[in-house]
């Protein structure tokens, strides 16, 4: 089902664009840093990060966003065996550790709801929810404790590097408060849920991975017309 649901996310897009080109509309751009956790067994890391968001506010409550954010390294390390390919392979099984290195890139494109609150209220606290796709465009570095030849050993994850891309549908759920000069301190948590699971060699763990959970938190700035 991967072509229904690139065909479901650029469906979205385009309506979301439309829109904003179509009504008129508020901009607000939103500079923030975020701690990021990868919860998949196997692919667990904490890495840091920087997001860059752009919301268009359509009414007071609802509106579109898109983001772009990275992160750094996230390292992790997996003990693992290599089994002979032969019966007449000595020794049948070499054990070894693999370490990773994991960084990604992310965008992403969705609507925003705001469930207390409006987008430019100036007397107290917002709260806000936020769902939509994303792309994930990521990298891995593989060392092996153990140099094995692959042509005699069945090896679990390659060594070296390697790049990889995962669609994702994006949730988050966030506070905002007016600080002054249409300027709100915010803190959000999100998640990214990978909807693609392209096979990698360079990944031990292909599966609805990776798993990604974060807390941001930045400023959005309100720019009137």
């Not at 990889?164 to 849920?193: H, M, N, W």
Request: hydrophobic share 40%; net charge positive.
């Amino acid at each position: 089902m991967p072509g229904l649901k690139k065909i479901t996310a650029l469906t979205i897009t385009i309506f979301l664009f439309s829109s904003v080109f179509s009504q008129k509309t508020q901009l607000s751009v939103a500079p923030d840093i975020s701690l990021l956790r990868s919860v998949k067994e196997q692919q667990r890391y904490w890495a840091f990060g920087q997001t860059v968001a752009f919301h268009f506010h359509f009414t007071p409550k609802d509106g579109a966003y898109a983001w772009i954010c990275y992160y750094t390294d996230g390292k992790f390390s997996n003990d693992l065996t290599a089994d002979a390919k032969s019966s007449g392979t000595t020794p049948q099984q070499i054990a070894y550790i693999n370490n990773s290195r994991l960084r990604f890139r992310h965008i992403s494109l969705g609507w925003k709801r705001y469930l207390k609150g409006t987008y430019d209220s100036e007397s107290s606290g917002n709260l806000y929810a936020y769902a939509g796709f994303g792309l994930m465009l990521g990298r891995v570095v593989n060392t092996h404790s153990t140099a094995i030849d692959s042509s005699l050993y069945s090896i679990p994850v390659l060594s070296g590097k390697g790049n990889f891309k995962r669609l994702t549908f994006d949730l988050g759920l966030g506070i905002e408060f007016p600080l002054g000069a249409s300027v709100y301190l915010y803190i959000e948590g999100k998640t990214l849920l990978p909807t693609t699971d392209y096979p990698s060699p360079y990944l031990l763990v292909n599966d609805n991975a990776p798993l990604m959970v974060a807390a941001n938190a930045g400023l959005r700035i309100l720019f009137d017309h």
